[in-house]
Each structure stands twice: as structure tokens, then as C-alpha cells.
């Protein structure tokens, strides 16, 4: 059983930084594309950055210029580095293996992780 374990979240002021980690197995870290995925209240679940298995990375609109995901240099961690948080972007944040960082929807390889709290007060 795959297990994807997300952590760094927490609550801060807009403005602030935060980065999230999501730890996995090297196999499944290294050589699939790999995704962090937001679900705010109320909302669907969807991609807000995916970088693939050699190293290109998308970003929802919302986020760009501002979120920089990347891997580990032992390539079992996944990193999303979110600065000048917005209040939009409270959610807990999950990290899976898309099948391609290309769409926002959740379509993913593996079960969902427990995922990790971000919450950005005005």
C-alpha cells in the first residue's frame, strides 16, 4: 500500500510563507509525476501544482508566481514552498501522483493521504 504522508501546514497571516512536505517511497516519488492538490471549504479538490517525473512543473493560475513545488535531492519528498499567502488559499493541501500535472481535476494513482491544514487569516 502507497503511502503519501503530507505535513508543514498551519495557520498564518496573509503575507506570510509557508512549506509543505510530503513524504513517500523513493520508487514512487522519483519517477512519477507528482502533485499538490488544495480542497478548500466547500470546494472540489484540485491541482494547484504538479511537477512531472524530469523535473517541469505547472501551476494553477491562482497560485503562479507565488507556489514553487519541487523534489527532495532524496527524492522520496515532494516540497511546495507557497509564499504571499492569500486567505483563498486556506485548505488542506494533499499531495498524489496525477497520471498528468496537466489536469486540475483529481485524478490520481494512489489513496488520498490525510493532508494538512493551511489556514491564512486577513
Known amino acids: 500500500q502507497v503511502q503519501l504522508v503530507e505535513s508543514g501546514g498551519g495557520l498564518v497571516q496573509a503575507g506570510e510563507s509557508l512549506r509543505l512536505s510530503c513524504a513517500g517511497s523513493r520508487l514512487i516519488v522519483s519517477i512519477n509525476a507528482m502533485g499538490w492538490y488544495r480542497q478548500a471549504p466547500g470546494k472540489q479538490r484540485e491541482l494547484v501544482a504538479g511537477?512531472?517525473?524530469?523535473?517541469?512543473?505547472n501551476y494553477a493560475d491562482s497560485v503562479k508566481g507565488r507556489f514553487s513545488i519541487s523534489r527532495g535531492n532524496a527524492k522520496n519528498t515532494v516540497y511546495l514552498q507557497m509564499n504571499s499567502l492569500k486567505p483563498e488559499d486556506t485548505g488542506v493541501y494533499y499531495c498524489n501522483a496525477p497520471y498528468t500535472v496537466y489536469d486540475s481535476r483529481p485524478n490520481v494513482r494512489y489513496d488520498w493521504g490525510q493532508g494538512t491544514q493551511v489556514t491564512v487569516s486577513s
Open positions: 511537477i512531472t517525473s524530469d523535473g517541469s512543473t
